[in-house]
């Protein structure tokens, strides 16, 4: 038994676990003294990056999402590799989605996309000074870029057109640092 916060966990299982996500079970004694059990889930810790380039325009890409069943449009994101610092993987994604580089990297803190079941830290930076490479996509991913202005992709998280909540928070973030 450990005491975890106002919790103590008795036993813990692993009911399922891939490349992406872990859940696990715990069989716990909750704040009040009662006996329960808690799932969650941790996926892999990610990145989301808000490329701007000179003109003011940020990238934004739209893709299908599996598990919401449709298009979605987001800031450039992805996972953080096993072992890899989180800038690096901003700096691999921002190449591999949509075959940028940037000279100028803002880092804007760290969110929790969901705190009640769900672990998964999500590293928000800026890109600026943006030039073209030869982008290096993901087999599995169809990507479509976007490019729009700063203003109107603010909007678009405020309107609902973008509902990814890494990409909310950073635009909106973004748009209160200036």
């Known amino acids: 038994m450990r005491r975890y916060g106002p919790w103590t966990i008795k036993?813990?299982?692993?009911k399922f676990q891939n490349h992406f996500v872990t859940v696990t079970?715990?069989?716990?004694?909750?704040?009040?003294?009662?006996?329960g059990t808690y799932a969650t889930v941790a996926l892999n810790p990610g990145v989301?990056?808000?490329?701007?380039?000179?003109a003011g325009q940020v990238c934004l890409t739209r893709q299908f999402r599996y598990a919401i069943g449709r298009e979605s449009i987001e800031v450039v994101?992805?996972?953080?590799?096993e072992g890899e610092e989180p800038l690096d993987a901003a700096k691999r994604e921002l190449c591999?989605?949509?075959g940028l580089a940037a000279a100028e990297w803002s880092d804007l803190g760290v969110i929790?996309?969901?705190?009640s079941i769900l672990r998964c830290p999500v590293r928000l930076f800026v890109a600026q000074k943006l030039t073209p490479t030869s982008d290096d996509p993901d087999p599995a991913e169809r990507i479509e870029r976007l490019t729009v202005a700063f203003d109107a992709a603010v909007q678009m998280a405020l309107n609902g057109a973008i509902t990814h909540s890494p990409s909310c928070v950073l635009l909106l973030k973004a748009k209160l640092v200036g």
Request: aromatic content about 0%; glycine content about 6%.
């Open 11 to 14: 036993s813990s299982s692993t």
């Open 25 to 35: 079970e715990d069989a716990v004694r909750q704040p009040d003294g009662s006996d």
């Open 48 to 54: 989301a990056i808000l490329a701007i380039n000179d």
């Open 77 to 81: 994101s992805g996972a953080i590799d």
């Open 96 to 98: 591999e989605e949509v």
């Open 112 to 115: 929790d996309v969901d705190t």
